[in-house]
């Protein structure tokens, strides 16, 4: 694909394809969704460059712009991607404030404090993790059942530690 125009296509396809899977499968498989579609734009743009390059008399430039450049470029915007739609799955502040929004005559500090407790949502999380098996318990303590989730998180971490130079939020 010409220039920059690759990453931005491959990024139209994930986005299209993230919201297609997951409203198809009516809400569920938000983790899935969003690797395949990233998958799916990962192929377009890998197609596309193959396409362009074949197609050009300067095929090692045209193969440093593909890996050196384009594929950086939609990783990239794949990663800010994934960070915006985690903003509205997972961030307490966005809930809380939406809860009061919805409620004319306003939310008690108590009811808030039931509903978001960081004991009630450390225990939400692991059930989460209990029912999809990707922890499991044994006798009080937790292990790990499927891996799915340590490959995601080791991708994203070298993303982040990558771009922001950063292995986490506290460093």
């Not at 919201?19 to 890998?46: C, D, E, K």
Request: net charge positive.
């Amino acid at each position: 694909m010409s220039s920059f125009i690759g990453p931005i296509a491959a990024m139209v396809v994930n986005v299209l394809a993230q919201i297609i899977l997951f409203r198809g499968r009516r809400g569920t498989q938000y983790f899935g969704s969003i690797i395949q579609a990233f998958l799916l734009g990962a192929v377009t743009l890998l197609i596309g460059e193959a396409f362009f390059i074949s197609s050009s008399a300067a095929v090692s430039e045209r193969l440093f712009l593909a890996l050196a450049v384009n594929l950086p470029i939609y990783l990239g915007l794949s990663y800010c991607y994934f960070n915006f739609v985690q903003l509205g799955q997972t961030s307490i502040r966005l809930r809380i404030y939406s809860e009061i929004m919805a409620h004319a005559a306003g939310v008690m500090i108590s009811e808030i404090e039931r509903e978001y407790d960081e004991k009630g949502l450390t225990e939400v999380r692991l059930q989460r993790l209990r029912e999809s098996g990707d922890v499991i318990e044994r006798d009080g303590n937790h292990f790990i059942g499927r891996t799915r989730l340590l490959h995601i998180a080791n991708v994203i971490f070298a993303a982040k530690h990558f771009l922001l130079r950063k292995k986490s939020e506290f460093d």
